[in-house]
């Protein structure tokens, strides 16, 4: 059974720091790229970053600018977002999903997911 299970996310002001956790199950991660996406309220979701199954390719949001970090343990089975220097606008609901691409060394924000967590609650207030 294919699982993806997000977890880290909560209430933080603007500035700090959260680590976002995605740990899956029932599929070879080497062979799938991971998405991270998010869903501000009243928008639409967007992709935010994403990691190939080698772990060789990264892609960023350009609007990020530096601040999240995407990363992979294989040997987890996990999936992790650092997102640093929090702003209110980062605030939404983040879901890690995978995507077979055809090629373990791509990911891609357009590509077609296969498979979703069911997200998690990201907040930045003061």
């Known amino acids: 059974q294919v699982q993806l299970v997000e977890s880290g996310g909560g209430l933080v002001t603007p500035g700090e720091s959260l680590t976002l956790a995605c740990v899956t199950s029932g599929f070879a991660l080497e062979y799938f790229g991971v998405v991270w996406l998010r869903q501000a309220p009243g928008k639409e979701r967007e992709g935010v970053a994403c990691?190939?199954?080698?772990?060789?390719?990264?892609r960023y949001a350009d609007y990020l600018k530096g601040r999240f970090t995407i990363s992979k343990d294989i040997g987890k089975n996990s999936i992790y977002l650092q997102m640093n220097n929090l702003k209110p606008e980062d605030t939404g609901n983040y879901y890690c999903a995978a995507q077979n691409t055809g090629n373990a060394h791509v990911c891609s924000f357009d590509h077609d997911m296969d498979y979703w967590g069911k997200g998690i609650l990201v907040t930045v207030s003061s």
């Open positions: 990691i190939s199954g080698t772990g060789g390719m990264r």
